[in-house]
């Protein structure tokens, strides 16, 4: 479990690597969450939002690690362009009813998340995707 989570927007994968270190600060458009597997969470996103298996994401190295090394400190990942063109795609509603069944995924794991939470944490993500697609930035997620 990840104590910070930021969602990021970028130019390009070099950009989204400096900030490593400290975090994508004000260089970036940011959101921050924290204490949930954003990793995790983009997968389990795409796999509802594109009908997507989680073994042809981890076969095709998804989420792709940027900078840093998964599972030791500080990490940044870029969402795939699919997961991000999805996420775009969404609506306010549409975002809420994957909140809601991501919500109803993670309880299957036993794992709680609120709804409201589940709200902003796909929703902003999914806000801060189209305002990327707009600019021609990718989405990135800094975790520490």
Not at 22 to 48: H, I, K, Q
Not at 75 to 100: C, E, K, M, Q, W
Not at 106 to 128: F, H, M, N, T, W
């Amino acid at each position: 479990m990840s104590n910070i989570v930021k969602f990021f927007a970028a130019p390009d994968d070099t950009s989204a690597a400096s900030a490593l270190q400290t975090g994508p600060g004000r260089a970036f458009e940011s959101l921050s969450f924290g204490n949930f597997d954003p990793d995790g969470a983009v997968v389990e996103w795409e796999c509802l939002l594109t009908d997507g298996g989680f073994e042809e994401l981890a076969d095709a190295g998804e989420p792709r690690i940027v900078a840093g090394q998964d599972g030791d400190g500080c990490v940044v990942f870029a969402l795939s362009p699919r997961l991000s063109a999805a996420l775009a795609d969404t609506g306010h509603s549409g975002s809420r009813d994957i909140a809601a069944s991501w919500v109803a995924l993670r309880a299957e794991d036993g794992e709680a998340i609120g709804a409201e939470i589940a709200d902003a944490i796909v929703g902003e993500p999914a806000a801060l995707a189209r305002r990327a697609r707009r600019r021609g930035d990718g989405v990135y997620c800094w975790v520490a």
